[in-house]
């Protein structure tokens, strides 16, 4: 399951726990087609820590859905955070955007805090303000994820 949350704008961060199904495709395209039509630059975090590694065929539709928007991606996105639950998971992240040819660069982080913290320096150097309303968001998620939350307060 995945909810895009771009109630943060120009902070966007994608929740996704569990396993990812067609309709979840469906609606990241949408999603997506919605942000970048908005023709501004922002922030795309996401949120992994709850979903399961995903399988050959999950794989390839994240490879093609990063393909299909590269362009635009290297046109609105500023950084790719992705908050991973572990180095396994981080790799299978690398291996897709390496195969999709990866449009820009990804920080991974171990916390929302961490991703969140350089969010806001990356989007600095870029002349862009992030509110702090994004903050008490991804400090929500961390504390949802310690207590052992499935996130369903998010998705």
């Known amino acids: ?5 771009t109630d943060l704008f120009p902070f966007v961060i994608a929740v996704v726990a569990g396993e990812l199904e067609d309709k979840d495709f469906d609606y990241m395209y949408r999603e997506y087609r919605k942000l970048h039509d908005r023709d501004q630059r922002f922030f795309l975090a996401q949120e992994t820590r709850r979903v399961k590694l995903p399988n ?15 362009d635009d991606i290297e046109q609105h996105v500023v950084q790719i955070g992705v908050i991973v ?3 396994v998971f981080a790799g299978a992240i690398r291996a897709i955007y390496w195969l999709s040819r990866e449009a820009r660069p990804t920080h991974y982080a171990s ?3 961490e991703c969140w913290q350089n969010a806001v ?31 369903a307060d998010f998705l």
Request: charged letters at 30%; one cysteine or more; glycine letters at 8%.
């Open 111 to 113: 916390t929302a805090l």
């Open 56 to 70: 050959a065929i999950v794989r390839r539709r994240l490879g093609e859905l990063n393909r299909d928007f590269t």
């Open 85 to 87: 639950a572990s180095k």
């Open 1 to 5: 399951m995945v909810r895009i949350h």
């Open 121 to 151: 320096k990356t989007c600095a150097a870029d002349g862009i303000a992030l509110s702090d309303e994004g903050l008490a968001f991804v400090q929500s998620l961390d504390q949802d994820f310690k207590r052992g939350g499935d996130f």
